[in-house]
Nanobody, 122 residues
Framework: QEQLLESGGGLVQAGGSLRLSCEVSGLDLSHYTMAWFRQVPGKIREFVGIIWSGGNTYYVDSVKGRFTISRDNAKSTVYLQMNNLKPEDTAVYSC????????????????WGQGTQVTVSS
């Protein structure tokens, strides 16, 4: 059974760092495009960044230069390193897996994790 499990969330002060992990089971991570999303209660889910199977990445402007996505296919894990965190980064962060490389819509992601809470205090 395919499963994505996020971990690493928590409470951090503004300017601090966190590293989130997304452990994948039941599928071969090397064949999937992986992305991170975040959601604040009452707001739509927001795309954060994506990493393709070849390792290329892309980020939303608000996190460029602060967040880095990486993957370790041997460990079946995708990471989101978050530096210089800001209060507006507070959200539930989720990872998602897509089998296609050309991913434009959230509906194209086949598998989703439950999410991990990140809270940044000012």
């Amino acid at each position: 059974q395919e499963q994505l499990l996020e971990s690493g969330g928590g409470l951090v002060q503004a300017g601090g760092s966190l590293r989130l992990s997304c452990e994948v089971s039941g599928l071969d991570l090397s064949h999937y495009t992986m992305a991170w999303f975040r959601q604040v209660p009452g707001k739509i889910r927001e795309f954060v960044g994506i990493i393709w199977s070849g390792g290329n990445t892309y980020y939303v402007d608000s996190v460029k230069g602060r967040f880095t996505i990486s993957r370790d296919n041997a460990k079946s894990t995708v990471y989101l390193q978050m530096n210089n965190l800001k209060p507006e980064d507070t959200a539930v962060y989720s990872c998602a897996a897509a089998s296609a490389a050309n991913v434009y819509l959230q509906s194209q992601y086949l598998y989703w994790g439950q999410g991990t809470q990140v809270t940044v205090s000012s």
